[in-house]
Nanobody, 122 residues
């Protein structure tokens, strides 16, 4: 089994930055694809970003492209999401997850963290 723990969320103002971390433990594999998703109250979970096992390939949702950066450090079993120029519409619970495949659909991810709250005020 795999355990994922997110951290780094908080309350910030529009235009500020945050860096989220996702620490993995348990039965983890460096070849696994890792992704970030977010979910606002009353809305479905949406894709944010994904990164390949090596970290060499990334893909971000259009809504965050140019503002967010996804990265990972396999030596530390940690994935990051650098969020710049935050907007109120970025407010959500952010989840990290892992997949044995490559994709941007939540159903393709089998392990999830508990989430970390990001709130952006205007």
């Amino acid at each position: 089994q795999v355990q994922l723990v997110e951290s780094g969320g908080g309350l910030v103002q529009a235009g500020d930055s945050l860096r989220l971390s996702c620490a993995a433990s348990g039965r983890t594999f460096s070849r696994d694809t890792m992704g970030w998703f977010r979910q606002a109250p009353g809305k479905e979970r949406e894709f944010v970003a994904v990164i390949s096992w090596s970290g060499g390939t990334t893909y971000l949702a259009d809504s965050v492209k140019g503002r967010f950066t996804i990265s990972r450090d396999n030596t530390k079993n940690t994935m990051y999401l650098q969020m710049n120029s935050l907007k109120p519409e970025d407010t959500a619970v952010y989840y990290c997850a892992r997949s044995k495949t490559w994709g941007w659909r939540a159903n393709e991810y089998d392990y999830w963290g508990q989430g970390t709250q990001v709130t952006v005020s205007s």
